[in-house]
């Protein structure tokens, strides 16, 4: 789907449904780590996204059924060629583009809870529009949040997570060995929040902060993915996986 949002701008994204005609009770809109882009550009479905993609793109698998939806979201069209930095994500135009995307979803849906949903860098993303888009969307799910600065940017650092008013849902290996992404700093934000704590996994088979690796929940997809449908459905969910 490619809807207009800026003007001269336009915002595409993903519905995947399984099956294809499905009427989801959930919506999550998904966005992916790293400069958001997914490499949509020109591109016509089916898309190939194999083992190596990243971890939200690769739980459709496991979260997408009859009662649940994903939308993956690529980076608008004025960011295509480098994607979006961590101000952008932070920033105003991020949350107009999406705010059209949410109109464009709820319009197909409109009895649907909707959930935002981020991974790495795409939790700068969900933190900032869930501060902002309190009575449109019913909940976020932050997982491997990048909560130090880096060499890429501020990340949420100085993030003020108090200003996010919907529910949270938490989710963090133990393990994570991507720099910005220590566990410790989650642990603490679970004080607010319930937090789902994975441990163990499939041996690492990419970098630290790279989808095949504990950053990305490599070999703990189901586990994962039934604790997070669970908590988005209102029921009791496993807190440590």
């Not at 003007?7 to 499905?22: F, H, K, M, Q």
């Not at 083992?51 to 496991?62: C, E, K, S, Y």
């Not at 994975?198 to 070999?219: E, K």
Request: hydrophobic letters at 40%; aromatic letters at 8%.
């Amino acid at each position: 789907m490619t809807i207009p949002t800026r003007s001269g701008v336009t915002e595409s994204y993903v519905l995947i449904r399984n099956p294809p005609d499905a009427t989801p009770k959930v919506v999550v809109i998904a966005f992916v780590g790293g400069n958001g882009v997914i490499g949509l550009e020109g591109k016509q479905a089916p898309f190939s996204f194999g083992p190596g993609a990243n971890f939200l793109i690769r739980l459709r698998n496991q979260l997408v059924d009859a009662d649940f939806a994903e939308v993956l979201v690529e980076v608008p069209s004025d960011k295509v060629s480098k994607g979006m930095n961590d101000e952008f994500r932070l920033g105003p135009d991020h949350l107009a583009d999406i705010r059209v995307l949410l109109a464009d979803v709820k319009k197909r849906f409109p009895d649907a809870k909707v959930f935002l949903m981020g991974t790495s860098r795409g939790t700068i993303s969900v933190a900032a529009l869930a501060a902002k888009l309190d009575q449109d969307v019913q909940g976020a799910i932050l997982t491997s949040t990048v909560t130090q600065r880096d060499r890429d940017g501020p990340a949420l650092s100085t993030f003020n997570f108090a200003s996010i008013k919907m529910p949270v849902l938490l989710v963090h290996h133990r393990d994570d060995g991507c720099k910005p992404c220590p566990y410790w700093a989650v642990e603490r934000l679970g004080k607010s929040w319930p937090l789902v704590s994975v441990t163990g996994g499939d041996p690492p088979q990419s970098g630290p902060c790279d989808p095949q690796s504990q950053h990305g929940y490599w070999g703990k997809d189901a586990a994962v993915a039934k604790a997070m449908k669970a908590w988005m459905l209102g029921r009791e969910f496993l807190h440590d996986v």
